[in-house]
C-alpha cells in the first residue's frame, strides 16, 4: 500500500468540500458541473485530474470522466470518490452528506492502517538493532573474559 500522500490528504479535503457544499445547500441542490467547478477550485495536488474530469463532462462523455479522474487521482481512494462524483446530481444532498462521512471514515481508517504499519516495522527494525547491540556486547563479554583466562595462564606458564 502506499503512503499517504499529497493526492489522498486533498481528496480527505474534497470529501469535507463537498460535503460542505451539500449542506449548505440543502434545499436548493447545486448543478454537478458548480459543484466540480468548485472542487477544481479548492485544489492543487488533484487540479489536472478535475479539469480532465470537467472537459470530459462538459462534452458528454459522463462515465470517460469519471473513469479519468479515478485513474489519475491513482489510488483506490480516488476511484471511490469518483464513483461518488459521478453519481451527484443523482442523489439529494442529505444522501451526498452520508456518502462523504462513509468516504471520510474509509479514509480516517486507511490511514490508521498506514500509521500502524509504519510504527510496526519501526518497532521490528529498533528491536533488531537493539538485539544486535545485545549481541554485541555479549561476544565482547566473551572474549574479555576468555582473553583474561588465557593472559591468567599464560603467567603461569612463565
Known amino acids: 500500500m502506499k503512503k499517504y500522500g499529497a493526492m489522498d490528504r486533498e481528496l480527505y479535503g474534497s470529501a469535507v468540500t463537498l460535503k460542505n457544499l451539500a449542506l449548505v ?3 436548493k441542490p447545486l448543478s454537478a458541473d458548480y459543484i466540480f467547478q468548485s472542487l477544481m477550485d479548492n485544489s492543487l495536488a488533484l487540479r489536472p485530474a478535475y ?4 472537459t470530459l463532462y462538459r462534452n458528454g462523455r459522463d462515465e470517460e470522466a469519471f473513469k479519468a479522474f479515478g485513474n489519475i487521482a491513482g489510488s483506490r481512494a480516488g476511484r471511490n470518490f ?8 443523482r442523489i439529494n444532498p442529505a444522501e451526498t452528506v452520508k456518502q462523504m462521512e462513509v468516504f471520510q471514515n474509509m479514509m480516517a481508517e486507511e490511514r490508521m492502517t498506514a500509521a500502524v504499519r509504519a510504527a510496526q516495522k519501526n518497532s ?27 593472559l591468567g595462564m599464560l603467567g603461569h606458564l612463565f
Open 25 to 27: 445547500q440543502k434545499e
Open 51 to 54: 479539469e480532465e474530469m470537467i
Open 82 to 89: 469518483a464513483s461518488v462524483l459521478s453519481k451527484i446530481d
Open 124 to 150: 521490528v527494525l529498533i528491536t533488531a538493532l537493539a538485539s544486535a547491540s545485545i549481541f554485541a556486547l555479549l561476544i565482547n563479554f566473551a572474549v574479555v573474559v576468555v582473553f583474561m583466562d588465557t
